[in-house]
């Protein structure tokens, strides 16, 4: 009898993972020959009982594994194929989604993909008898996703990236470069990066059509920009390795992502106090310091709306909105009064001259401006990330 692995990776699934697993087991009835073990990776922050359903139909059924580990689907995944291989000595191991979106017949045809002598099976929304059953915008999203990935990083002919049905041999799992593979960041992104190292690794790879549905119960943890923030600095930095510069790019890109979405909020609100900035010299004949004041106030309103329900939105703090918008603009009085002795010293040991660029003249107040914008920046995010959206268990 072959022995077929499954993995299920958990995060309060109290709600799916007793039908999830029925289902996948039943699938049994439809691969004579095989018998199917299901591993549950159940991540160490699930606390809605998920732990416990499980524990109840491993006394009815010994090919139920469970096993907690550290935060992360790719964590789930991994380490959830490593017991298997240390325990079950599997002849395929496959993986699922524990949500009830992908319809488990899939794993029938992913092992029969793996039996024609192929080394990866793909399960597919995007190839023929493959269906997406998901919102207009969510099909968008993982269209959008799919296509950049294979552009940047291909192969062009794998048209499914960012979902986990899969099965592959145990010879190409452990060829797979670990070490490179993002799979301990909480992110998603361990998907299409296990695909671009499995084919680096020599996969023999074929997609197999699946039907894709919203989830049964619960609701989606994927956070659409965190997504697409990780798709774009990995396919960058997957591009950069292919050139021979392993700087770790993705890695540093995901410690930075607060200061990143941080700094992209900074740049709109640069625009906003640049623009009113102008209007009040131009328009209304304001000093340069003095207009400076009040665009940058304007800014500070702008900033704080993008901060609090973009930049900082999952943070857990002790403060409501109403305390947070009069701490920011506490903090960015610091900053405001920064950017204004900047100005005023520039403007008094420079004047309102002029300086030709290109055979256009600029005015010397455009260079007081974007002088600020250094050292403000650095104190409006060291001063809101320790105070302002502080975390409440710092």
């Known amino acids: 009898m072959k022995i077929i692995s499954v993995v299920l990776p958990t995060y309060n699934e109290k709600a799916n993972i007793e039908n999830t697993i029925n289902h996948v087991l039943e699938q049994e009835k439809n691969l004579p020959g095989y018998e199917i073990n299901i591993i549950v990776a159940d991540d160490v922050r699930t606390s809605d009982g998920t732990e416990e359903i499980v524990r109840r139909l491993q006394k009815k059924n010994k090919r139920i594994h469970f096993i907690k580990v550290d935060p992360g689907l790719g964590v789930g995944l991994i380490e959830g194929h490593q017991y298997a291989c240390k325990y079950l000595h599997p002849d395929i191991l496959a993986q699922l989604d524990a949500d009830g979106q992908v319809v488990p017949d899939v794993l029938v045809r992913l092992v029969k993909v793996i039996e024609e002598g192929y080394s990866l099976a793909i399960g597919s929304r995007f190839v023929s008898g493959g269906r997406n059953q998901l919102s207009f915008v969510r099909k968008l999203f993982t269209k959008g996703a799919s296509t950049f990935f294979r552009l940047m990083v291909g192969p062009w002919d794998i048209k499914e990236v960012t979902n986990s049905a899969r099965a592959f041999t145990p010879q190409l799992f452990k060829k797979i470069n670990l070490e490179r593979l993002p799979w301990k960041e909480t992110t998603f992104i361990v998907q299409p990066a296990f695909l671009h190292e499995a084919v680096l690794a020599g996969a023999k790879y074929k997609e197999v059509p699946l039907v894709f549905k919203n989830r049964l119960e619960g609701y989606s943890k994927n956070k659409v920009f965190n997504y697409t923030y990780d798709v774009v600095t990995y396919c960058l930095d997957a591009g950069l390795s292919s050139l021979g510069i392993n700087i770790g790019f993705f890695r540093l890109t995901r410690r930075a992502k607060t200061i990143v979405k941080f700094g992209l909020v900074g740049f709109a609100g640069t625009g906003v106090d640049f623009i009113f900035y102008k ?107 320790l105070i302002t959206w502080r975390h409440e268990k710092d």
């Open 279 to 385: 209007i009040f010299i131009n328009n209304f004949g304001f000093p340069p310091a003095t207009a400076k004041g009040f665009s940058t106030e304007i800014a500070i309103i702008n900033n704080f709306i993008l901060n609090n329900y973009w930049t900082f939105r999952y943070r857990k703090t002790k403060t409501n909105i109403w305390q947070k918008l009069g701490i920011f603009n506490l903090v960015s009085l610091g900053g405001l009064f920064i950017g204004v002795l900047i100005v005023k010293y520039l403007h008094l040991i420079y004047g309102d001259g002029f300086i030709n660029l290109f055979g256009r003249p600029v005015a010397f107040n455009n260079f007081y401006f974007f002088a600020t914008i250094p050292p403000v920046m650095l104190w409006n995010f060291t001063m809101n990330h």
